[in-house]
């Protein structure tokens, strides 16, 4: 006998694709303009038991931030292919705990994966999961409410640095 269970459970995804016109450098350009790199130190204060004062930092945030990205074009390289591909990981530390907060497996998907790629005949894209979708799962209307809003700031960013 195991001492696990396991539960599956299919669920439906809107996936959402925003081409730009623009060049691959400019739609990054713009792209990392709009949305400041996430300020590392909110995490140090919760580290190290100051949450009144991380709470004042969160609260300050701009709306999105970039917490991290991949170069996954240089990962093609391995395949012998030459493309140009960033995956980035976007969101608000504050918006992702007002979810968490209800419902932790929300944190799958906090902060939100955004793929800005360029295509073989040089067509720029971003490519993500709606927010509402992927977190519509949950059932719960706190996560619902505040993936609305987080579909609304995502898809008005990637559209201004597209545009």
Request: aromatic content about 6%; glycine content about 6%; hydrophobic content about 40%.
């Given at each position: 006998?195991?001492?696990?269970?396991?539960?599956?459970?299919?669920?439906?995804?809107?996936?959402?694709?925003?081409?730009?016109?623009?060049?691959?450098?400019?739609?990054?350009?713009?792209?990392?303009?709009?949305?400041?790199?996430?300020d590392e130190g909110i995490l140090t204060l919760l580290r190290d038991g100051?949450?009144?004062?991380?709470?004042?930092?969160?609260?300050?945030?701009?709306?999105?931030?970039?917490?991290?990205?991949?170069?996954?074009?240089?990962?093609?390289?391995?395949?012998?292919?030459?493309r140009r591909a960033v995956q980035y990981d976007i969101g608000n530390p504050l918006t992702a705990s007002k979810?968490?907060?209800?419902?932790?497996?929300?944190?799958?998907?906090?902060?939100?994966?955004?793929?800005?790629?360029?295509?073989?005949?040089?067509?720029?894209?971003?490519?993500?999961?709606?927010?509402?979708?992927?977190?519509?799962?949950?059932?719960?209307?706190?996560?619902?409410?505040?993936?609305?809003?987080?579909?609304?700031?995502?898809?008005?960013?990637?559209?201004?640095?597209?545009?």
């Amino acid at each position: 006998m195991t001492n696990q269970t396991y539960v599956k459970q299919t669920i439906s995804v809107e996936h959402v694709t925003i081409r730009s016109s623009n060049s691959f450098d400019i739609v990054r350009t713009k792209l990392e303009a709009l949305l400041p790199r996430l300020d590392e130190g909110i995490l140090t204060l919760l580290r190290d038991g100051e949450s009144a004062r991380a709470l004042q930092e969160a609260e300050a945030l701009p709306t999105l931030s970039i917490f991290g990205f991949r170069d996954h074009g240089a990962l093609l390289r391995l395949a012998g292919l030459q493309r140009r591909a960033v995956q980035y990981d976007i969101g608000n530390p504050l918006t992702a705990s007002k979810m968490t907060r209800h419902q932790i497996s929300a944190a799958l998907y906090a902060p939100i994966r955004i793929l800005l790629h360029e295509d073989s005949d040089g067509l720029v894209a971003f490519e993500y999961d709606r927010p509402t979708s992927v977190f519509g799962q949950f059932g719960d209307d706190h996560v619902d409410g505040v993936a609305r809003q987080l579909d609304q700031d995502l898809q008005s960013a990637l559209e201004a640095a597209a545009s």
